[in-house]
């Protein structure tokens, strides 16, 4: 007879971590749904990149020039090339690679073609209906606040030009003009007359 000492209880399956993680995300419906959830998120995040890649609009050629009012509101992203201008504080940028908020259907859509000064201004994402909205009626906080704009759109857009007052003639830009870091409106139209 053998004795209770000598009697091994008996030996569990043999399993490896991976199995035991493998069973719980089986056997546990709250697991099994987390999984599934993580899964599809992983893939949308991958079809997401992978769309971005091939939708991506060709280079647009470099647009250097002045333009009206009525000139800048043909490019507000409806047009062939899908090409988006805004005008801020004087000066026109190509906010084209940010078409998806100032394009059509986008949230500043408002924005695209016009001169966006005052809304900026005002944070109100109205454009300004005016042929020409010289500011004159904006305080010191408000004309801050649209320099300040200003600057970032420098940062992050092309420059294409400065918005042209009534009457006032286009200057010829060469590729040096455009990069100059002081290019006021005021700046170019001094060295205009010189």
Known sequence: MEST????????????PSNNIFFEI??????????????LLVYKIYRSRVNKV?????ELPKLRKDMTVAELRQYDGNQPDGRVLVAVNGWIFDVTRGRRFYGPGGPYAAFGGKDA???LATFSVTSSDKEY???????SMEMDSVKEWEA???EKYELVGKLLKPGEEPTSYSDEELEETDSTPAAVAQKKEK
């Open 117 to 119: 000064s005052r809304g």
């Open 133 to 139: 909205d010289d500011l004159s009626d904006l305080n």
């Open 26 to 39: 089986i056997y546990s419906p709250v697991n099994l749904i987390l999984t599934v959830i993580i899964m």
């Open 54 to 58: 091939a939708t991506e609009s060709p």
């Open 5 to 16: 000492s000598d009697i091994k209880p008996p030996e569990p399956e043999s399993t490896t």
């Open 152 to 154: 970032q759109f420098r």
